[in-house]
Protein backbone atom coordinates (compact mmCIF):
# COMPACT_ATOMS: atom_id res chain seq x y z
CA UNK A 1 0.00 0.00 0.00
CA UNK A 2 1.26 3.13 -1.29
CA UNK A 3 2.22 5.73 1.77
CA UNK A 4 2.06 9.30 2.26
CA UNK A 5 3.62 11.56 4.54
CA UNK A 6 3.46 15.02 4.27
CA UNK A 7 6.02 17.69 6.43
CA UNK A 8 6.90 21.18 6.76
CA UNK A 9 3.99 22.92 8.18
CA UNK A 10 4.02 24.87 10.90
CA UNK A 11 3.24 28.54 12.29
CA UNK A 12 4.04 31.43 9.91
CA UNK A 13 2.62 35.35 10.41
CA UNK A 14 0.72 36.86 7.38
CA UNK A 15 3.12 37.49 4.57
CA UNK A 16 5.77 34.62 5.23
CA UNK A 17 6.07 31.53 3.83
CA UNK A 18 6.39 28.18 3.74
CA UNK A 19 7.14 24.95 2.19
CA UNK A 20 5.34 21.54 2.68
CA UNK A 21 7.05 18.41 1.72
CA UNK A 22 4.72 15.23 0.93
CA UNK A 23 7.47 12.23 0.71
CA UNK A 24 5.59 8.73 -1.26
CA UNK A 25 6.78 5.30 -0.01
CA UNK A 26 7.51 4.45 -3.57
CA UNK A 27 8.11 5.81 -7.07
CA UNK A 28 5.44 8.50 -7.73
CA UNK A 29 6.04 8.45 -11.65
CA UNK A 30 3.76 6.05 -11.61
CA UNK A 31 0.90 8.31 -10.42
CA UNK A 32 -1.95 9.90 -12.79
CA UNK A 33 -2.06 12.57 -11.31
CA UNK A 34 -1.05 14.57 -7.84
CA UNK A 35 -2.73 17.39 -5.49
CA UNK A 36 -2.26 19.47 -2.75
CA UNK A 37 -5.78 19.91 -0.48
CA UNK A 38 -6.71 21.62 2.66
CA UNK A 39 -9.09 21.70 5.23
CA UNK A 40 -9.86 24.47 7.68
CA UNK A 41 -11.65 24.22 10.45
CA UNK A 42 -15.40 24.43 9.77
CA UNK A 43 -14.74 24.14 6.48
CA UNK A 44 -15.23 21.71 3.28
CA UNK A 45 -11.65 19.80 2.23
CA UNK A 46 -10.80 21.66 -1.03
CA UNK A 47 -8.12 21.03 -3.67
CA UNK A 48 -5.58 24.29 -3.72
CA UNK A 49 -3.09 23.07 -6.37
CA UNK A 50 -2.68 19.83 -9.00
CA UNK A 51 0.17 18.35 -11.21
CA UNK A 52 -0.42 15.49 -13.80
CA UNK A 53 2.30 12.97 -14.95
CA UNK A 54 3.03 15.61 -17.89
CA UNK A 55 3.65 18.30 -15.46
CA UNK A 56 0.79 20.55 -15.69
CA UNK A 57 0.24 22.72 -12.94
CA UNK A 58 -3.16 24.13 -11.95
CA UNK A 59 -4.32 26.06 -8.98
CA UNK A 60 -7.22 27.33 -7.14
CA UNK A 61 -7.86 31.13 -7.79
CA UNK A 62 -6.95 32.22 -4.09
CA UNK A 63 -3.72 31.02 -4.42
CA UNK A 64 -2.94 31.33 -7.99
CA UNK A 65 0.52 33.84 -7.88
CA UNK A 66 1.37 32.97 -4.39
CA UNK A 67 2.01 29.03 -4.63
CA UNK A 68 3.76 26.75 -6.61
CA UNK A 69 3.68 23.04 -6.83
CA UNK A 70 6.13 20.91 -8.54
CA UNK A 71 7.41 17.38 -7.98
CA UNK A 72 11.18 15.71 -7.76
CA UNK A 73 10.40 12.36 -9.22
CA UNK A 74 14.22 11.52 -8.30
CA UNK A 75 13.22 11.89 -3.99
CA UNK A 76 9.99 10.72 -4.58
CA UNK A 77 8.08 14.14 -3.11
CA UNK A 78 5.77 16.76 -3.93
CA UNK A 79 5.88 20.19 -2.74
CA UNK A 80 3.67 23.45 -2.42
CA UNK A 81 6.33 26.35 -2.28
CA UNK A 82 3.66 28.72 -0.22
CA UNK A 83 4.48 32.46 -0.28
CA UNK A 84 2.55 35.60 0.75
CA UNK A 85 0.65 33.25 3.64
CA UNK A 86 -2.91 34.98 4.44
CA UNK A 87 -5.27 33.79 7.70
CA UNK A 88 -7.71 32.41 5.10
CA UNK A 89 -4.62 29.89 4.20
CA UNK A 90 -4.22 28.28 7.98
CA UNK A 91 -5.39 24.85 7.56
CA UNK A 92 -4.64 21.01 7.99
CA UNK A 93 -2.63 20.63 4.32
CA UNK A 94 -3.16 17.10 2.82
CA UNK A 95 -0.85 15.64 0.08
CA UNK A 96 -3.16 13.63 -2.77
CA UNK A 97 -2.21 10.69 -5.45
CA UNK A 98 -4.19 8.61 -8.03
CA UNK A 99 -3.44 6.16 -10.17
CA UNK A 100 -6.32 6.30 -13.21
CA UNK A 101 -9.38 8.71 -14.01
CA UNK A 102 -11.80 8.45 -11.47
CA UNK A 103 -13.91 6.62 -14.00
CA UNK A 104 -11.89 3.68 -14.33
CA UNK A 105 -12.31 0.35 -12.77
CA UNK A 106 -8.52 0.81 -11.38
CA UNK A 107 -8.77 4.43 -9.70
CA UNK A 108 -6.97 4.26 -6.49
CA UNK A 109 -6.49 7.13 -4.58
CA UNK A 110 -4.16 7.85 -1.74
CA UNK A 111 -3.91 10.24 1.07
CA UNK A 112 -1.67 11.38 3.93
CA UNK A 113 -2.20 11.88 7.18
CA UNK A 114 -1.62 16.15 6.77
CA UNK A 115 0.15 18.74 8.14
CA UNK A 116 -0.81 22.16 10.03
CA UNK A 117 -0.36 25.28 8.94
CA UNK A 118 -1.11 27.89 11.21
CA UNK A 119 -0.89 31.85 10.40
CA UNK A 120 -0.73 34.58 13.13
CA UNK A 121 -0.94 38.49 13.23
Known amino acids: QVQLVESGGGLVHTGGSLKLSCAAS????????MAWYRQAPGKVRESIAT???????KYRDSVKGRFTISRDNAKNTLYPQMNSLEHDDAAVYYC???????????????WGQGTQVTVSS
Open 26 to 33: GTIQGFDA
Open 51 to 57: ITRDVIP
Open 96 to 110: YAKTSPRDSPSYSPY
